[in-house]
């Protein structure tokens, strides 16, 4: 309905159960064994005033815990905030449109089922089975459990709500059809006037006319001219054209004032003629005078000022060039990439940022070091709750089924299985990405979202989906709702 943030729902044509209650959305196969289960985390839910996070969490508890067989074919979407929280299972599929574009989730691209925190302003939303058919533009659902084969809530179409009725009053009888006097509208009552006038009252002076009537024409008296003024076809007494009478006629060229004539721009010097100095490549032509005199020294055959430099015996040494000796920088450092650093007093590759060495803690002086590039070592370990411990040398994707994820795909980036018993954990969840010598945490969109906790801070902070947030050493992170890492960059 439109009250609960959906706009106008319309039911897809098919055989499974659809549902609407609270604001949330329902979807799945009539013959699945966790239909059941899953009506009632939706009433629950529903009744508790859940938003669609929750509703997604209660739909992943009751899918894992039927998970002996192939996965239930079910979707479940609910509105959180301007946003919209999706979970789709099986064969089942949602389409979620907004102005920047659509996003598709299908349960068949995971092993489990797929899940996604879909931000807003959200403009559709449509969730499907198998086989679902068209919505009639005239169908509308305004909430329960009924057959069908999807659902599809438009948020961009609003529903107009019945205007008031008037209330009734008590001294409405008890009939079948009744019009109150006030509603009903009554014709003017004549007036009945004698056809004379009375001896005291006076005439009766017929009134307008009612109705349209045309405009009055007014008369006016026909245009004169003023007493002052002569007519129209009397000659005044005006000058003749032609200059004024104190004035020369204006062909007289001797009384007109001389035309100015500005001077003329200074110009500037003229450039010196270009001087002919002698080729030192051919000989003077004979009877310039120059034949006889003796040749210049610089004029012989070129020296070896006019031939290029002989190339250097030997490589440069350090001092030329900033940065380790050559051969250190020509050995094969793999995948690491390259970054600007600085060495210890001990020969340990630091962020040049940093005061102290990460690996020996002796003091950087700053104004004493020369940064230059070289292989990024390993900025330190993500260590989680059960002890797995992730060394930070690249790229990870963690979420309940990763190895299936675009980045683990293109090899940008490794996999990290977590997952949850509350299902908590999306199947695409959060990316570790290292810039430099910076850590930085994406949160892709997950249902449950991603939390850190800052070192020194009792509290945990949800950080935004698609937007990448540094974190500092000592940072814990909550993946889920249940699962914990924390950052440590001690590199021993």
């Not at 026909?222 to 204006?250: F, K, N």
Request: hydrophobic share 30%; net charge negative; aromatic share 4%.
């Amino acid at each position: 309905m439109t009250d609960q943030g959906f706009g106008v729902v319309r039911p897809l044509p098919g055989n499974g159960l659809v549902a609407y209650a609270g604001g949330l959305l329902l979807v799945c196969d009539a013959g699945e064994a966790a239909a059941d289960d899953l009506l009632d985390a939706l009433r629950e839910t529903a009744a508790s005033g859940g938003d669609g996070r929750a509703l997604a969490r209660r739909a992943a508890q009751v899918l894992a815990a039927n998970m002996a067989g192939d996965p239930a074919t079910c979707a479940v979407a609910g509105r959180v905030g301007e946003g919209v929280a999706v979970l789709v299972s099986g064969s089942a599929a949602a389409t979620i449109a907004t102005p920047g574009g659509e996003t598709r989730l299908a349960g068949s691209d995971s092993l489990t089922w797929a899940d996604r925190l879909v931000t807003g302003p959200v403009e559709r939303v449509e969730l499907s089975l198998p086989g679902a058919g068209t919505p009639h533009p005239a169908v509308r659902f305004d909430g329960g459990v009924v057959h069908g084969g999807g659902l599809v809530g438009d948020l961009t179409e609003r529903s107009s709500a019945p205007a008031p009725s008037r209330p009734l009053t008590s001294e409405m009888p008890a009939t079948a059809i009744h019009l109150e006097a006030d509603l009903v509208p009554q014709p003017p009552a004549p007036v009945e006037r004698p056809p004379y006038p009375l001896a005291d009252q006076p005439p009766v002076v017929a009134g307008p006319p009612s109705g349209p009537q045309p405009a009055p024409v007014l008369e006016q008296p026909p245009y004169l001219p003023s007493q002052d003024q002569p007519p129209y076809g009397q000659p005044q007494d005006q000058p003749p054209y032609g200059p004024p009478q104190d004035q020369p006629p204006y062909h007289t060229p001797q009384e007109q004032p001389a035309p100015f004539f500005a001077p003329p721009p200074e110009q500037p010097p003229p450039l010196p003629e270009p001087q002919q100095f002698p080729s030192y490549d051919e000989p003077p032509p004979p009877g310039n005078g120059v034949a006889d005199q003796p040749m210049p020294q610089h004029l012989g055959p070129s020296d070896h000022f006019d031939q290029p430099a002989p190339p250097l015996l030997g490589p440069p040494d350090h001092f030329d060039h900033p940065g380790p000796p050559p051969q250190e920088q020509q050995q094969d450092h793999g995948d690491r990439p390259l970054v600007y650093g600085v060495d210890c007093k001990n020969d340990h590759f630091n962020d040049p940022r940093s005061p102290y060495c990460a690996v020996c803690g002796i003091a950087l002086v700053q104004r004493t070091l020369v940064p230059y590039k070289g292989p990024r070592p390993s900025l330190g370990v993500l260590i989680l709750d059960d002890g797995t411990a992730l060394p930070l040398e690249s790229d990870y994707l963690l979420g309940r089924d990763p190895e299936r994820a675009p980045e683990v795909a293109g090899g940008t980036a490794r996999p990290a299985k977590v997952t949850s018993p509350d299902g908590s954990v999306s199947r695409r969840h959060l990316r570790v990405a290292l810039d430099g010598w910076d850590v930085n945490l994406v949160d892709l969109g997950s249902v449950n979202g991603t939390q850190i906790q800052p070192p020194g801070d009792p509290n945990f902070y949800d950080i935004p989906p698609n937007e990448p947030v540094t974190i500092a050493p000592g940072t814990t992170v909550r993946v889920g709702v249940s699962r914990t890492l924390r950052f440590e960059a001690h590199r021993g």
